[in-house]
Protein backbone atom coordinates (compact mmCIF):
# COMPACT_ATOMS: atom_id res chain seq x y z
CA UNK A 1 0.00 0.00 0.00
CA UNK A 2 1.21 3.26 -1.07
CA UNK A 3 2.02 5.19 2.33
CA UNK A 4 0.39 8.91 2.21
CA UNK A 5 2.74 10.40 4.88
CA UNK A 6 5.94 9.25 2.42
CA UNK A 7 4.43 10.85 -0.41
CA UNK A 8 4.07 14.08 1.03
CA UNK A 9 7.05 14.26 2.59
CA UNK A 10 8.38 14.03 -1.32
CA UNK A 11 6.12 16.77 -2.14
CA UNK A 12 8.10 18.78 0.48
CA UNK A 13 11.55 18.01 -0.51
CA UNK A 14 12.46 15.72 1.74
CA UNK A 15 13.26 12.13 1.89
CA UNK A 16 13.28 9.51 4.39
CA UNK A 17 16.22 7.23 4.08
CA UNK A 18 16.34 4.20 6.41
CA UNK A 19 19.18 2.99 8.63
CA UNK A 20 19.20 0.20 11.05
CA UNK A 21 19.69 0.58 14.60
CA UNK A 22 20.55 -2.17 17.24
CA UNK A 23 18.40 -4.46 18.92
CA UNK A 24 15.15 -4.75 16.83
CA UNK A 25 15.17 -0.79 16.01
CA UNK A 26 15.23 0.98 12.38
CA UNK A 27 15.73 5.08 12.24
CA UNK A 28 14.49 7.01 9.12
CA UNK A 29 16.35 10.03 8.66
CA UNK A 30 14.92 13.35 6.92
CA UNK A 31 17.36 14.29 4.14
CA UNK A 32 16.97 16.83 1.37
CA UNK A 33 15.99 15.26 -1.68
CA UNK A 34 18.80 17.51 -3.90
CA UNK A 35 22.03 17.77 -1.88
CA UNK A 36 21.37 14.40 0.09
CA UNK A 37 21.86 16.34 3.68
CA UNK A 38 20.29 15.08 6.83
CA UNK A 39 18.15 17.92 8.00
CA UNK A 40 18.02 19.54 11.56
CA UNK A 41 16.55 21.48 13.57
CA UNK A 42 17.74 23.26 17.20
CA UNK A 43 17.61 19.74 19.06
CA UNK A 44 19.68 18.16 16.66
CA UNK A 45 18.99 15.71 13.42
CA UNK A 46 15.67 14.93 12.42
CA UNK A 47 15.07 11.68 12.72
CA UNK A 48 12.33 8.96 14.09
CA UNK A 49 12.89 5.88 15.59
CA UNK A 50 10.76 2.46 15.48
CA UNK A 51 10.83 -1.16 16.15
CA UNK A 52 12.03 -3.29 13.07
CA UNK A 53 12.23 -6.46 14.91
CA UNK A 54 13.04 -8.57 11.54
CA UNK A 55 15.02 -5.89 9.17
CA UNK A 56 11.87 -6.12 6.63
CA UNK A 57 10.14 -2.51 7.50
CA UNK A 58 13.12 -0.75 5.20
CA UNK A 59 11.00 0.48 2.26
CA UNK A 60 8.68 3.83 3.76
CA UNK A 61 6.88 4.02 0.57
CA UNK A 62 4.91 0.79 0.41
CA UNK A 63 4.30 0.34 4.58
CA UNK A 64 1.06 -1.04 5.70
CA UNK A 65 -1.33 1.27 7.19
CA UNK A 66 -0.99 1.53 11.34
CA UNK A 67 2.64 -0.39 10.93
CA UNK A 68 5.65 0.89 12.71
CA UNK A 69 7.06 2.22 9.66
CA UNK A 70 3.75 3.85 8.67
CA UNK A 71 3.54 5.87 12.51
CA UNK A 72 7.38 6.55 12.39
CA UNK A 73 7.04 8.72 8.39
CA UNK A 74 3.69 9.90 9.75
CA UNK A 75 5.79 11.48 13.14
CA UNK A 76 8.95 12.36 10.47
CA UNK A 77 6.43 13.71 8.46
CA UNK A 78 5.05 16.24 11.42
CA UNK A 79 8.68 17.12 11.77
CA UNK A 80 9.73 18.30 8.80
CA UNK A 81 6.50 20.42 8.80
CA UNK A 82 7.25 22.36 12.39
CA UNK A 83 10.73 22.83 10.47
CA UNK A 84 10.00 24.30 7.87
CA UNK A 85 7.34 26.27 9.44
CA UNK A 86 10.29 27.82 12.36
Do not use: C
Amino acid sequence: MTNINYTELKTLGVEAVYKSNRFGKGRLYATDAKTGARLENSEGLIFEEYYDNKGTSKNPATAHTDSHIWIATQKLLAKVKAHQAA
